[in-house]
Nanobody, 121 residues
Framework: QVQLVESGGGLVQAGGSLRLSCAASGRTFYNMGWFRQTPGKEREFVATISGIGGYIYYADSVKGRFTISRDNGKNTVYLQMNSLKAEDTAAYYC????????????????WGQGTQVTVSS
C-alpha cells in the first residue's frame, strides 16, 4: 500500500504563499488529491489531479489562488498556495483518489498524516 508524507506547512501572514509537498512511496501515477480540515469540522476537498496530470479540479474556495501539480519522477504532488487567507488555516492532507472526478472524502484513501497551515490576519 502506498504511503504518503506531507510537508511544507507553517505559519504565514495573510497574502503570503506556501508550497505543500506530498511524497509517495511505491507506485506512481495514482490520481491524487488534497483535503483540509479544521477542528470540529469534516475534511474539505481542495484539489485533485489525475495520474499523468492532464486533469485537475479545484474547490471554488481556492480556485485562482491554489495550484496542484505533480512530478512523477519524484513521486511527489504539490499544492502551491498563494494569496492565503485566514480561512485557509487548517491541517492539509493528501490522499490517493480511487474514483477520479469525485470530491467525496470516501473515495480517497491512503491518507498522509497531514501538515498544519496557519495564516495570520
Amino acid at each position: 500500500q502506498v504511503q504518503l508524507v506531507e510537508s511544507g506547512g507553517g505559519l504565514v501572514q495573510a497574502g503570503g504563499s506556501l508550497r505543500l509537498s506530498c511524497a509517495a512511496s511505491g507506485r506512481t501515477f495514482y490520481n491524487m488529491g488534497w483535503f483540509r480540515q479544521t477542528p470540529g469540522k469534516e475534511r474539505e476537498f481542495v484539489a485533485t489531479i489525475s495520474g499523468i496530470g492532464g486533469y485537475i479540479y479545484y474547490a471554488d474556495s481556492v480556485k485562482g489562488r491554489f495550484t496542484i501539480s505533480r512530478d512523477n519522477g519524484k513521486n511527489t504532488v504539490y499544492l502551491q498556495m498563494n494569496s492565503l487567507k485566514a480561512e485557509d488555516t487548517a491541517a492539509y492532507y493528501c490522499a490517493v483518489c480511487l474514483s477520479f472526478g469525485s470530491r467525496r472524502e470516501s473515495v480517497f484513501g491512503s491518507w498522509g498524516q497531514g501538515t498544519q497551515v496557519t495564516v495570520s490576519s
